[in-house]
């Protein structure tokens, strides 16, 4: 089973431009989470969709930052203006059923560089 | 609101030896998970140990064990003899039933040979 893909692995943008970042969750997991990772920070939840519906977008820092998931299937995450506080390794996570008893799956993130 | 805290950001132990990686955690729920996350070097989040708040047995998965003091709000994990591949940084995490994890800051854990 192939697991939770993001990419592009790195990316470096300057400040002003946009970026999109992409996360294919495992297939038949509707549930879908974005967290972001600040250098020397803890990793905070960013926004949950299940399948095409955000669920709890409450940890969007802002709405520089807009995220979709076409259909249910993939998602994009895309920050526009760009600006250095932004950053940090993108996380995306997939898991297949809401409830506590659940696992998540982790991508190997995204790290972003704002310069 | 849930908060999870690690204070100790680098911990080192010798190839063979146990460690233990300490976590605090605060929560009004009563039913929840607790989860620790190694991300090695290739970043990739790998589920090291999970724990389930209302059994009071404390998980095991081969090496690794938690030490899990609930009335603490208190959640350890221990490495025994540790390998070269253990290296790496580790999360300490809750998840409730709202399913978003809320992590600690992490551990750098170095194994020296």
């Known amino acids: 089973e192939a697991g939770v893909t993001q990419f592009p692995s790195h990316s470096v943008i300057e400040k002003g431009q946009t970026v999109t970042l992409r996360c294919d969750p495992i297939s038949g997991h509707d549930n879908l989470y974005w967290y972001r990772r600040v250098m020397g920070k803890e990793i905070k939840f960013l926004l949950h969709?299940?399948?095409?519906?955000?669920?709890?977008e409450s940890g969007m820092p802002n709405n520089r930052f807009l995220a979709e998931r076409t259909g249910g299937t993939y998602s994009t995450l895309k920050v526009q203006p760009a600006e250095l506080e932004d950053s940090g390794v993108y996380f995306c996570?997939?898991?297949?059923?809401?409830?506590?008893?659940?696992?998540?799956?982790f991508g190997s993130g995204t790290r972003l560089t704002v310069v | 609101a849930q908060t999870v805290t690690q204070s100790q950001p680098e911990m080192s132990v010798q190839e063979a030896e146990t460690v233990t990686l300490s976590c605090t955690y605060d929560t009004s729920e009563s039913d929840y998970y607790l989860f620790w996350y190694k991300q090695p070097p290739s970043r990739q989040m790998i589920l090291v140990i999970r724990q389930e708040a209302y059994k009071q047995q404390n998980a095991t998965e081969n090496r690794f064990s938690v030490n899990f003091q609930k009335a603490a709000k208190s959640f350890s994990l221990k490495i025994s003899d540790s390998q070269l591949g253990d290296a790496a940084m580790y999360f300490c995490?809750?998840?409730?039933?709202?399913?978003?994890?809320?992590f600690g800051e992490g551990t750098q854990l170095t194994v020296n040979p």
């Open positions: 996570a997939s898991s297949q059923a809401g409830g506590l008893n659940y696992g998540y799956t």
């Open positions: 969709f299940v399948k095409e519906s955000k669920q709890d």
């Open positions: 995490a809750t998840v409730t039933s709202g399913s978003r994890l809320t």
